[in-house]
């Protein structure tokens, strides 16, 4: 039985729970914004808001509960090819994140719908965001429009076309259209030249 058993499951174990939380948390406060599933994102809005809530009051004490609900990773950036430390995450949500929800008592993130499902299992998608973070229109262009084919059909005839007219020169084209050459002659032509 499950008498008093609160809070969603997510079909995972406690530990696989924990970390979930945590890596979710991290990732929202480091980029301020995740792309996730509506059951994960209401899983993890009231554990960071809860974060939030202790960075601001900013003490010693504060940090240490949130270093030990939260956990600490590094942020780092890639320069010459090699990941160079910037800060982190715990340094971020109590110097960025933290002042500024300075003047507001809860609310500190959003759940925006987004209109398409996630090609794998068709889990709904939804953007978890603090609040006052721009929308990323990389993440609802990448949900709303089918990006990869278009990307595919204008990257690839930009190319061709540049191909194209680098391989052909202007001594050729007068060959295929005079009416002596006959299109049998041309095709076996062609395949040699490339």
Do not use: W
Request: net charge negative.
């Amino acid at each position: 039985m499950r008498h008093q058993v609160a809070g969603k499951h997510l079909n995972r174990t406690s530990a696989h729970r924990t970390a979930l939380r945590r890596n979710l948390a991290a990732s929202l406060f480091e980029h301020g914004n995740i792309l996730t599933t509506r059951e994960k994102a209401k899983f993890v809005q009231p554990f960071a808001e809860k974060l939030i809530t202790l960075a601001k009051d900013g003490s010693l004490h504060a940090r240490r509960r949130v270093i030990s609900l939260l956990q600490d990773r590094n942020i780092c950036t890639v320069e010459d090819g090699e990941p160079v430390k910037v800060t982190t995450v715990i340094q971020k949500l109590f110097a960025e994140v933290g002042p500024q929800f300075q003047d507001r008592n809860g609310g500190y993130t959003r759940i925006l719908n987004l209109p398409h499902r996630r090609v794998g299992d068709n889990g709904k998608l939804v953007l978890l965001q603090l609040i006052g973070e721009a929308v990323p229109s990389d993440a609802v262009k990448a949900t709303t429009e089918v990006a990869a084919p278009q990307v595919e059909q204008t990257a690839p005839p930009a190319a061709e076309e540049t191909v194209e007219t680098e391989e052909q020169p202007p001594a050729e084209q007068p060959d295929e259209t005079s009416p002596d050459a006959s299109s049998e002659t041309t095709e076996e032509d062609q395949p040699k030249k490339e």
